[in-house]
């Protein structure tokens, strides 16, 4: 059977990125890395799975029950303090799932349509309600977001993906980060038909992005890129960094989660979308800042491994960090050497603190 792949990846940056030297892998070192904190779904939380979480700049911890809304406040000595209900359709409430992100002492709820600040015991000190969807909204400042908008262009019959740094209250585009149209779209012929094997209901791949509040960056990236860009929290391109293919490290296992994400299950389609993208393999879901100088790489691969990958800014491999507690892992947040994550096992939620050893 013969197969076609055409893989059409358009990704438009408006700006002057700056070239970084890749390295290969040659070999995986393992970092050492030292649990500090475990809080863990009990009594006071009726055994309900935590779906988000986020640290505020004095350490308190907050954890988000998606389902039921609630928000359960810990110290930064993982001590319980409160717990907040957020579910409805008044001023500060929310739907089910929806998202948390704290800058300075606040915390933020969001949603596709409404964004909510809240001071550091969860009351209520604004919020902003939309006509315009956006797929996430994270916090760069008391009156700025990062957003992505996506939409639908009528005459050119393709999807546009924005994503842009937002006035909250006006909604006006304050910049562009990065712009692109039918991000990400994979088609193959099949017995004579022509099949997507995209992403899930559609053409956009998920944009990922972190904001980090210590260096005033962003860094983002997007499904199954090798780059990392890194902007102020102006918007202004400051670096790029390329992330070696590293197909090579991949095994069969984890090969099949991937093909199978795109929607491609049949062995030979599986192969020949890997003979295609070997240069554009690096596989990164997500990145974050470990510290001044490194960079924490969560690729996709099989969750129950709970990889991270560690690298300088030069894209230079450094080690990678395997996380030895049960559960696939829901959120990761990084800051000062410092990894956060929150992880689901069984119904059960853990929320844990390691410390990075290097």
Not at 69 to 89: E, P, T
Not at 148 to 176: R, T, Y
Not at 228 to 255: A, V, W
Request: with cysteine; charged share 25%.
């Amino acid at each position: 059977m013969k197969i076609k792949i055409i893989f059409l990846f358009s990704l438009v940056i408006g700006y002057y990125l700056l070239d970084s030297t890749p390295s290969k892998i040659s070999d995986l070192k393992a970092l050492t890395i030292r649990k500090v904190t475990e809080i863990v779904t009990n009594e006071k939380s009726n055994f309900c799975v935590w779906t988000d979480f986020a640290i505020n700049c004095d350490g308190k911890i907050y954890l988000l029950d998606g389902h039921g809304v609630n928000v359960y406040i810990y110290s930064k000595d993982s001590a319980f303090v409160d717990k907040k209900n957020y579910a409805g359709d008044g001023p500060g409430e929310f739907g089910s799932y929806p998202k948390l992100n704290a800058l300075y002492s606040n915390i933020w709820i969001t949603s596709g349509r409404k964004i909510a600040k809240f001071d550091y015991m969860g009351k209520l000190l604004s919020e902003k309600r939309s006509t315009i969807y956006k797929r996430w909204q994270i916090p760069i400042d008391n009156s700025t977001i990062l957003t992505l908008v996506d939409s639908f262009d009528d005459a050119l019959i393709h999807w546009k993906s924005k994503l842009i740094l937002q006035d909250i209250q006006s909604e006006k585009e304050k910049k562009i980060l990065l712009e692109g149209v039918n991000l990400g779209c994979v088609f193959a012929d099949i017995n004579k038909n022509r099949i997507k094997i995209s992403l899930d209901d559609g053409i956009l791949p998920d944009i990922y992005a972190t904001y980090s509040s210590a260096e005033k960056k962003i860094y983002c990236g997007y499904s199954y890129g090798d780059t990392i860009m890194c902007f102020s929290s102006k918007g202004d391109i400051q670096e790029k960094i390329t992330i070696p293919d590293n197909s090579h490290i991949l095994g069969n296992n984890d090969m099949d989660e991937i093909a199978l994400s795109l929607g491609a299950k049949e062995v030979n389609l599986k192969k020949t979308l890997f003979s295609l993208l070997p240069n554009k393999f690096a596989n990164i879901s997500k990145c974050y800042a470990l510290n001044d100088s490194q960079i924490l790489i969560e690729r996709f691969e099989s969750f129950s491994k709970k990889r991270f990958y560690v690298y300088d800014k030069r894209g230079v491999f450094v080690g990678e960090l395997i996380i030895p507690d049960n559960g696939s892992v829901v959120k990761a947040i990084c800051n000062n050497n410092k990894l956060a994550i929150l992880l689901d096992y069984n119904e059960e939620s853990k929320y844990i603190e390691y410390r990075v050893i290097q």
